[in-house]
C-alpha cells in the first residue's frame, strides 16, 4: 500500500504565492508520474499540473506561467509552487500519484486527502 501526505495548504491574498508538497510512503513501489489536481466547489476535479518521471510535463493552460510542478524522486516527493495566486484558484488541492507498488506488474493511482487553498481577493 502506498499514501500520499499532503502539506502546506492555506489562505493567502490575491497576487502572493504558497507552496504545496506532497510525499509518498510505502514498501517497494516504483513511481511513474507525480502531480497535483484540484476541485473547487460545485466543480469537477481537475488536472493542475503534472510531471513525469522522464521529465513530461502537463500543465492546465490557467496555471501556465504562474505555477510550477518539481519532483525530488530520492524523497518520492512532488512539490507545487504557485504564484500569482488568483481568486479562482481557490480549491481543495490534491496530491497525485501513478505508482506500481510492491513486486506487482500493475499500475495504479492513488490520491492525497486534500490540502485547502483559499485566496483573497
Known amino acids: 500500500q502506498v499514501q500520499l501526505a499532503e502539506s502546506g495548504g492555506g489562505l493567502v491574498q490575491a497576487g502572493g504565492s504558497l507552496r504545496l508538497s506532497c510525499a509518498a510512503s510505502?514498501?517497494?513501489?516504483?513511481?511513474?508520474?507525480m502531480g497535483w489536481y484540484r476541485q473547487a466547489p460545485g466543480k469537477q476535479r481537475e488536472l493542475v499540473a503534472t510531471?513525469?518521471?522522464?521529465?513530461?510535463?502537463n500543465d492546465a493552460d490557467s496555471v501556465k506561467g504562474r505555477f510550477t510542478v518539481s519532483r525530488d524522486d530520492a524523497k518520492n516527493a512532488v512539490y507545487l509552487q504557485m504564484n500569482s495566486l488568483k481568486p479562482e484558484d481557490t480549491a481543495v488541492y490534491y496530491c497525485?500519484?501513478?505508482?506500481?507498488?510492491?513486486?506487482?506488474?500493475?499500475?495504479?493511482?492513488?490520491w492525497g486527502q486534500g490540502t485547502q487553498v483559499t485566496v483573497s481577493s
Open positions: 510505502g514498501s517497494r513501489f516504483s513511481v511513474q508520474t
Open positions: 510531471l513525469s518521471s522522464d521529465g513530461r510535463r
Open positions: 497525485y500519484a501513478y505508482v506500481r507498488p510492491g513486486p506487482t506488474t500493475l499500475w495504479y493511482t492513488y
